[in-house]
């Protein structure tokens, strides 16, 4: 079983700082690009950050200059470093990967596709 399990999230005042972690668990053998997007109820889905395995970012421009993503492959999580955060970054977080590969006990090898965790909650009060 492979999960996705975001954490980091938090109440804090605009101009502080959180760090997000996206961990992977399970027999995990390699992980792709992974994203962070964030969501508000009444607004679309929002693209926040890329990284892909090489390692190569990308922002979009709402949070660039402010957050850095980054990856440690060794621990198999994905972290989104948050500065100077504003209130308009409040929203659910979710990290997703766009494919796992892990090993299953009964059938051995598998990918997973677009796999997504169940979100960690940022509030930036003003």
């Known amino acids: 079983q492979v999960q996705l399990v975001e954490s980091g999230g938090g109440l804090v005042q605009a101009g502080g700082s959180l760090r997000l972690s996206c961990a992977a668990s399970?027999?995990?053998?390699?992980?792709?690009?992974v994203s962070w997007y964030r969501q508000v109820l009444w607004k679309q889905r929002e693209l926040v950050a890329v990284?892909?395995?090489?390692?190569?970012?990308n922002y979009s421009d709402s949070v660039k200059g402010r957050f850095t993503i980054s990856r440690d492959d060794a621990k198999k999580t994905v972290y989104l470093q948050m500065n100077s955060l504003k209130p308009e970054d409040t929203g659910v977080y979710y990290c997703?990967?766009?494919?796992?590969?892990?090993?299953?006990?009964?059938?051995?090898?598998?990918?997973?596709?677009?796999?997504w965790g169940q979100g960690t909650q940022v509030t930036v009060s003003s």
């Open positions: 997703t990967a766009d494919w796992i590969l892990f090993t299953d006990q009964a059938e051995g090898e598998k990918a997973a596709f677009d796999y």
């Open positions: 399970g027999s995990i053998l390699s992980i792709n690009t």
């Open positions: 990284i892909t395995s090489a390692g190569s970012t």
